[in-house]
């Protein structure tokens, strides 16, 4: 049995033919409602015949109807349909979205063209292609703003669903103004974000995070490292916040976009890391045995300011990671700590991979 729920949709009234979907032809029915409802109200659907775009909508599978689809629009949130939208501003891309679990690979893929009885297709992963495709199009002044039409969930060699993408071109919407558009673009590109963050960045590196810290904590107050006791207690709570941030922040609180901070406030990072590290190694070297108060202190401070600007999913958080990584590396070869060394050089490797990953993200790319 399926685990969807079929509701009842009252068809007493005239419909919109474009908001019904036929799902006759597909073979694995079960599989394809699964499948879109991933992508529920996470891609915006265009209707042709009344010239909307429905960004808050609920998919219904109802059971008097046979196998269809219904596409709700939410009746109390009117102000989430956007009207004025000609057919000539949505064009094919030939693109195509289909799930991993089916090719024997994680998350969701995208293609090109897919043919039924052609070649299995070839595939990349979706969230880097996505973001190459965005950054393409930004480079040459445009925008990629993918939506949902009517046949677009199709079925490949009647095994395995997908969706093809069309996009929106905001150039066409001549009789639209400035204002309408830029919000059409906002509300599009805020949705495919949503879609984005299901297959990226995970919240729960901050609860595992969590218990790595306390454990390493025991471990510092072995070795006396005093400031890293401090560090590892400090980033106990710093973990709860990035949780906290990467799950509830954000104006919307459905978690922070990754975002650039301006060259003031790095500044500012940098110079709060310097006066904690002084301040902190004055501490220690007056009142504690720590053995290594100044630099301890020093790689304290900036540690704590890479894991404030990554609870924020500030870019440059994985920068200032790799110089401060790379000095634990050496301290720790110094102290005769050489797993621990190793570790911090395994983090090194982590953290030129989140920079480079982070770079990518389409929250950059889609920003001004």
């Known amino acids: ?7 009842e949709v009252d068809f007493s009234r005239p419909q919109n033919q474009d908001l019904i979907w036929d799902l006759d032809s597909m073979a694995r029915r079960e599989l394809a409602e699964r499948f879109i409802k991933l992508f529920e109200n996470r891609l915006c659907v265009y209707s042709e015949s009344v010239g909307q775009l429905y960004t808050n909508y609920s998919l219904h599978f109802p059971t008097d109807l046979g196998r269809k689809m219904v596409v709700l629009p939410n009746p109390y949130a009117f102000h989430d349909t956007l009207h004025g939208i000609d057919r000539q501003a949505i064009r094919k891309t030939g693109l195509c979205v289909l799930p991993g679990k089916v090719l024997g690979k994680p998350g969701l893929l995208l293609s090109t063209q897919i043919k039924d009885g052609g070649p299995a297709p070839k595939t990349m992963p979706f969230k880097p292609a996505l973001a190459q495709i965005i950054s393409n199009q930004k480079k040459i002044g445009d ?10 969930l199709r079925e490949f060699d009647q095994q395995m669903p997908y969706i093809h993408l069309h996009r929106l071109q905001l150039a066409r919407l001549e009789r639209l ?3 309408e558009r830029d919000d059409i673009q906002q509300t599009i590109t805020r949705k495919l974000l949503m879609l984005y963050r299901t297959v990226r960045q995970n919240p729960w590196c901050w609860p595992i995070g969590l218990i790595m810290v306390l454990l390493y904590a025991w471990l510092f107050y072995d070795w006396r490292l005093y400031s890293n006791l401090l560090l590892q207690l400090l980033f106990a709570a710093l973990q709860l916040y990035g949780w906290w941030q990467w799950t509830r922040g954000g104006e919307r609180h459905d978690g922070r976009k990754v975002s650039r901070l301006g060259i003031a406030a790095v500044a500012a990072g940098l110079l709060s890391g310097v006066i904690g590290a002084w301040l ?22 900036f540690s704590l300011v890479a894991q404030l600007w990554m609870a924020q999913k500030r870019l440059q958080c994985w920068a200032l990671w790799v110089v401060v990584d790379l000095c634990y590396v050496a301290f720790f070869l110094y102290s005769e700590l050489y797993l621990t060394a190793g570790l911090y050089a395994a983090f090194t490797a982590l953290a030129v991979s989140g920079w480079l990953s982070w770079r990518r993200d389409p929250a950059l790319q889609c920003a001004p």
């Open 280 to 301: 902190l190694g004055y501490l220690m070297a007056t009142y504690t045995d720590a053995s290594s108060p100044w630099l301890d202190s020093a790689l304290t401070a």
């Open 177 to 179: 103004s400035s204002f």
């Open 143 to 152: 925008l990629f703003l993918p939506v949902l039409m009517k046949g677009d």
């Open 1 to 7: 049995m399926s685990s969807m729920q079929h509701q």
